[in-house]
């Protein structure tokens, strides 16, 4: 495609990704079904223009002022990925030489938003989180996310599937901090991949490995997986159970469950149970109340620890949908602190980095809920072997999982871990 064709359709896709009334991965796709005689290197070319854009929006704004033309045009100019003689080809004299200017602004010369690329709202709370770490923080969440994998432990170990892989030319290592994550360098395409197709691997970030560990699902017990969604943390409990049991996989979305079937179907579990549910207080919640041994509550949230993967969502949300979130987040744990039996365990996670979705939510539950105790996260991965695992936690008496990209390499989680008392 000539660049300028490009472009054009980088420019219209941006304008579209921008009235952020969608997730943007989902409007990027919508865009690619409805043209379809874009090929693979054009649909590169324009997602990374994109995702570019929208990670350093406040810096590309503030350049795109000087130029002429459509916004849409110029942000687009700005983040377009590549050869510099290929995209110059494209533009008129005018625009060669305001990029050429733009280039020439030095690091000096910005402000501290056009550096940390984050609304006020969201800039000021970090900060208020983790002091004058913020800004290796914010730089963190502008880089791209690292692609991490989950060894199915049930059809192999991780050795093995590290050989299998590096024989298949891929570049790879243990994750630091998972027992059973192996970390690839680039993004390569899995869907071919024999590990992938024989179910011996799932794509599974480090922190969200980490988060089904502190289950510690057992063999022969009744799990639920409070908001399953996709079920990457259902996977990963199926296989700590040895396929026996029973796994419930629960999720008020049935299209989101419906994506678990495939993923099932190559993880070889056949003790897992979809249950789509209306909400919180679902009669189908209710039959199972007191006979579950452990609950994961991975609550929806503002998904604010995933922005290497999913930038939009800085600008798609407010101090006003987070509060939203953590009044949800609170009536789901406690429904689901109804399922458990006695010394059953339960666990509240989130990926967000926000105090508001995480500490404020789970430090009034000990007053409402006296039958429930605290149990330390530092000890729960201190007895799984991890090493260091006081790095990886907060609180008193390192009682909470607190996952930061810029301190772990994972995306930004959350949990907290009770036990019902006998």
């Not at 938003?113 to 984050?118: G, S």
């Not at 930038?311 to 949908?321: E, N």
């Not at 008193?396 to 607190?402: G, K, M, P, Y």
Request: charged share 25%; aromatic share 6%; with cysteine.
């Amino acid at each position: 495609m000539h660049p300028k064709a490009l472009i054009d359709e980088a420019a219209a896709l941006l304008e579209q990704v921008f009235r952020f009334d969608h997730p943007a991965d989902a409007v990027v796709s919508r865009y690619f079904r409805e043209h379809r005689a874009l090929g693979p290197r054009e649909r590169a070319t324009l997602s990374d223009t994109v995702f570019a854009v929208l990670r350093e929006r406040l810096k590309l704004e503030w350049l795109a002022r000087s130029g002429s033309g459509s916004k849409w045009r110029r942000l687009a100019i700005l983040a377009f990925p590549g050869d510099r003689d290929f995209l110059k080809s494209a533009l008129s004299d005018g625009e060669k030489n305001w990029l050429d200017a733009c280039s020439a602004v030095t690091e000096a010369d910005w402000l501290a938003p056009h550096r940390h690329n984050l609304p006020e709202w969201l800039a000021s709370s970090l900060t208020s989180e983790v002091g004058n770490e913020f800004d290796a923080l914010a730089h963190s969440l502008n880089q791209h996310a690292p692609l991490d994998l989950r060894v199915n432990a049930l059809k192999k170990k991780r050795d093995a599937v590290l050989a299998d892989l590096r024989q298949a030319g891929l570049v790879c290592e243990p994750t630091p901090y998972s027992p059973l994550g192996i970390r690839l360098q680039g993004k390569p395409s899995l869907n071919k991949l024999p590990a992938f197709v024989q179910g011996e691997v799932e794509v599974q970030d480090e922190g969200s490995q980490l988060l089904a560990l502190l289950v510690e699902a057992r063999r022969g017990e009744m799990v639920v997986d409070f908001c399953a969604g996709a079920g990457g943390k259902t996977l990963a409990l199926g296989a700590a159970m040895r396929n026996s049991g029973r796994l419930y996989a629960m999720d008020t979305s049935g299209h989101r469950l419906d994506a678990l079937k495939p993923r099932l179907a190559r993880s070889g579990l056949s003790n897992v149970h979809p249950i789509a549910i209306a909400h919180e207080r679902d009669d189908r919640i209710k039959r199972l109340a007191g006979k579950i041994d452990r609950v994961l509550v991975d609550a929806p949230c503002s998904g604010l620890g995933t922005l290497r993967r999913n930038p939009d969502l800085k600008w798609r949300q407010s101090p006003q949908t987070v509060e939203a979130q953590a009044r949800l987040q609170t009536a789901i744990l406690h429904s689901a602190a109804r399922l458990l039996k006695p010394g059953g365990r339960l666990v509240y996670a989130t990926c967000s980095l926000l105090r508001v979705e995480n500490e404020a939510v789970c430090e009034p539950f000990a007053g409402t809920h006296p039958d429930f105790e605290p149990l330390s996260a530092c000890s729960i991965l201190d007895g799984l072997g991890l090493k260091n695992p006081a790095q990886l936690c907060a609180g008193d008496h390192s009682q909470w999982l607190r996952l930061w990209p810029h301190r772990h390499g994972t995306d930004g989680f959350f949990a907290a871990i009770w036990q019902k008392k006998a």
